[in-house]
């Protein structure tokens, strides 16, 4: 069963930081790229961060330079950093598991955590 449990959401004034984490169970981790994605309400899903299982990272424009994605295979768990918040960073914030370099397409989800900016 795979399971991916996210943490580290809460409410966070303006310019302040937080940092999520999301531990993977279920899955060979270091194998799969790991991404972070957010959902405002009345809006799309997008992507935040994603990192490879090689580590190149790839960052949406609206965060660069703000955000930090990062991952620990040894505790299966990949962490966002993310500093300078505003809020228009306000949204539940998702982490994604996917592998496709072979076989069949593997695409798992977390529940979200909450993250709220106040200005």
């Known amino acids: 069963q795979v399971q991916l449990v996210e943490s580290g959401g809460g409410l966070v004034q303006a310019g302040g930081s937080l940092r999520l984490s999301c531990a993977a169970s279920?899955?060979?981790?270091?194998?799969?790229?790991m991404g972070w994605y957010r959902q405002a309400p009345g809006e799309q899903r997008e992507l935040v961060a994603r990192?490879?299982?090689?580590?190149?990272?790839n960052y949406a424009d609206s965060v660069k330079g703000r955000f930090t994605i990062s991952r620990d295979n040894a505790k299966n768990t990949v962490y966002l950093q993310m500093n300078s918040l505003t809020p228009d960073d306000t949204a539940v914030y998702y982490c994604?598991?996917?592998?496709?370099?072979?076989?069949?397409?593997?695409?798992?989800w977390g529940q979200g955590t909450q993250v709220t900016v106040s200005s």
């Open positions: 990192i490879t299982s090689g580590g190149s990272t």
């Open positions: 994604n598991a996917d592998f496709t370099a072979w076989g069949p397409p593997r695409d798992y």
């Open positions: 279920g899955i060979i981790f270091s194998i799969y790229a």
